[in-house]
């Protein structure tokens, strides 16, 4: 309660707000006179194809003004800007202010740029599992085990366009090749021999 008392009896509390109220209205004029630019830039644009350059320059400092302003009235900032500084110059650009004092850049750890990439632990290996033993139920009979359904595997046909196909076995439809005979099947069991009577007639 006493800071409220010392400020509102301060002369520099009142004098900070006539400034800003006389300031704020220098804002509404400097807004007219830029949207005036405006209009009158676009109309030269037609004409002459190109913005008039006393113009571009005139609206330049009044934004610069403006910019200065609104910083006052912020509170951003404690010079007040003109008439009680320079007129800011039709060719000024806006500078962003140099920092006070050294610069200095934090160094980025790796795991902040990269996160830590879990590793995935390796599938357990599928062994058969013992069959179960029957159940038993609460009046006694014994009953079976469950079994789970065996999962044919799913065969990708697509995939599997691609690979040569084995040509199916064709049933052999020539006739069959006469038996070979052996000369003991040619025979003549009472022949003599060497009078030319052991061939069968």
Not at 104 to 110: A, I, L
Not at 180 to 201: F, H, V
């Amino acid at each position: 309660m006493n800071a409220f008392k010392e400020n509102i009896t301060s002369a520099d509390f009142w004098l900070r707000l006539v400034y800003t109220l006389l300031f704020a209205l220098a804002w509404q004029v400097v807004e007219v006179l830029l949207a005036a630019i405006l209009v009158l830039q676009i109309v030269l644009r037609l004409f002459t194809g190109e913005p008039n350059a006393q113009l571009a320059g005139f609206g330049n400092s009044l934004s610069q003004y403006a910019w200065q302003m609104g910083r006052y009235v912020s509170g951003a900032a404690e010079e007040k800007p003109w008439p009680f500084m320079e007129w800011p110059a039709e060719d000024g650009e806006w500078q962003p202010k140099p920092p006070e004092g050294p610069v200095t850049v934090d160094p980025v750890s790796d795991s902040a740029v990269v996160p830590p990439v879990t590793p995935v632990p390796p599938a357990a290996p599928v062994t058969p599992s013992t069959p179960a033993t029957p159940a038993v139920s609460e009046t006694g009979a014994v009953e079976p085990p469950v079994v789970p359904d065996v999962v044919d595997p799913i065969v990708d046909v697509e995939a599997d366009a691609d690979l040569p196909v084995p040509p199916e076995h064709v049933a052999d439809t020539s006739e069959p090749e006469p038996p070979i005979l052996q000369p003991s099947d040619m025979d003549d069991p009472g022949a003599a021999p060497g009078d030319g009577s052991r061939l069968k007639p």
